[in-house]
């Protein structure tokens, strides 16, 4: 069968997929976190309950420095996971166009040795001259074409699953919907 996949546009894939991607999901969440976790740090001399409340000592400036080193250090991994998903859909792209290439030539090339496999046996059928030895040579490569056919198939099949896990459709869709959008993250008991 011809593969269910279709041509690869690899920049809209790599900007759909960075739009859906639940790991650059969860980095954002991280990163506002962080930022609000620095904030905190910042301002806690303000609030007489929180851990050193209403002191300002020497080790304010430190922790408001790591607080926001953590924050430069989830913004840097965030890069790195859209570079990783980039080079993903890159390499996905070139298994995808492979598929695709292969999948004509396999068709075109199983047909012509179905045709000479089927010659082979009408010549038996009709009692002439028959090499045995020629029609084992042609059924073979026959069952190469075959295999590469199956193969061409699973592939076909894989990469679309791959390009819905990509883009979370299909039967990944649904892993979305545990992803919160847009909710502020709030202290406990407000």
Do not use: C
Request: without cysteine; aromatic residues 6%.
């Amino acid at each position: 069968s011809d593969p269910t996949i279709p041509e690869i546009d690899v920049f809209q894939v790599t900007k759909q997929a960075e739009e859906k991607s639940l790991e650059l999901k969860q980095m954002d969440l991280l990163i506002e976190a962080a930022k609000k976790h620095s904030k905190g740090v910042t301002f806690s001399f303000f609030d007489p309950g929180a851990i050193g409340g209403w002191e300002i000592g020497f080790d304010k400036i430190p922790r408001i420095e790591i607080a926001q080193s953590e924050t430069r250090r989830l913004e840097a991994e965030k890069g790195l996971v859209g570079r990783v998903l980039g080079e993903e859909v890159e390499k996905f792209a070139s298994i995808a166009d492979r598929v695709l290439k292969q999948a004509p030539i396999v068709k075109s090339a199983l047909v012509n040795s179905e045709k000479t496999v089927r010659r082979e046996l009408d010549h038996l059928n009709s009692g002439e001259d028959f090499n045995a030895s020629h029609f084992v040579d042609r059924f073979e490569e026959l069952l190469g074409w075959k295999q590469a056919q199956v193969q061409v198939a699973l592939l076909s099949f894989i990469m679309k699953n791959k390009l819905e896990k990509l883009l979370t459709e299909g039967h990944y869709e649904n892993l979305l919907a545990v992803v919160p959008e847009g909710k502020p993250i709030q202290k406990k008991g407000k």
